[in-house]
């Protein structure tokens, strides 16, 4: 199995950056945002590593993906799939 990506600041040795992207660890979704004033956040005084999740409005630290086929096991586990 495949798992996500814990630290998305990681970077192979050699060879091109991988391609990751965030995704709601509560309902899967990758419709997330930095959070902005609009949000409620102050920059340089909340916790600017938190996005929000717009369909289920989680404010959280995503989880990072490498590529699609991790991101789709995510998924199944999230929403019960077998």
């Given at each position: 199995?495949?798992?996500?990506?814990?630290?998305?600041?990681?970077?192979?040795?050699h060879g091109p950056p991988?391609?990751?992207?965030?995704?709601?660890?509560?309902?899967?979704?990758?419709?997330?945002?930095?959070?902005?004033?609009?949000?409620?956040?102050?920059?340089?005084?909340?916790n600017l590593a938190e996005?929000?999740?717009?369909?289920?409005?989680?404010?959280?630290?995503?989880?990072?993906?490498?590529?699609?086929?991790?991101?789709?096991?995510?998924?199944?586990?999230?929403?019960?799939?077998?």
């Amino acid at each position: 199995m495949t798992r996500p990506v814990r630290n998305h600041h990681a970077r192979p040795a050699h060879g091109p950056p991988v391609a990751e992207f965030p995704a709601c660890p509560r309902c899967g979704s990758r419709d997330l945002h930095i959070p902005t004033l609009a949000d409620g956040v102050v920059p340089e005084t909340d916790n600017l590593a938190e996005w929000v999740c717009d369909p289920c409005g989680l404010r959280t630290t995503p989880v990072w993906f490498e590529d699609e086929e991790a991101y789709g096991e995510f998924l199944a586990a999230v929403h019960g799939a077998t």
